[in-house]
């Protein structure tokens, strides 16, 4: 196997990380969360997750440097030509974009697509507070989570500009089953 990165792109609630960890099992991909790397940070107590802590539950990004640094340090940790990775959450910001960008043509890892899934703000709303009843996270209450949709509509929202003007962008639907938008994405993946 090969180099490869794949990037999931899309809203909060959009089914980015649930999707994501099938794709990987199915394509043999690692899936980086920096979510998922930050809540960790948190449950540990470590500084980044002090500090990380207050704009997770005001629903802000953290600072790019921060979010650079932990990519990097999980990428460089991987043995040459074995990197196949899929990044879920991240990028979130152009400056982002620019890093892994910069990242990758060092490594050598083809990026293979950018997917795109796409929900209406109501149906990731209703998702959510879902998501916050079954699942207890400090950041999904209704007021966090409106701001978590405007800092995307404000920060990761012209991404999808970047990555079009770039090529490997690909629009999926993310309304119904979970195996109907699978399957949407393999099909935009091949
Ligand atoms: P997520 O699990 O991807 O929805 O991320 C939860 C929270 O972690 C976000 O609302 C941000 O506060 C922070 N976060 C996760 N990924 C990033 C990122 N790439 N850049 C900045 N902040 C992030």
Redesign the pocket.
Known sequence: MSNEAIIFLGP?GAG??TQASRLCKERDLVQL????M??GHVKRETELGKA?KK??DA??????DV?IGMVRAELEQKEAGQIRMLF??????IA?AEALGNLLAELEVPLVGVLLLEVAEEELVKRLLKRAQDQGRS?DNEETIRN?MK?YRDQTEPLVDYYQDKGPLKKVDGLGTFDEVYTRLTQALA
């Open positions: 909060p980015k990380g969360s920096t979510g998922d930050l809540r990380a704009l997770m629903g802000e990004l953290v600072s790019d979010i879920d959450g991240f990028p979130r910001t982002q950041d978590r800092v």
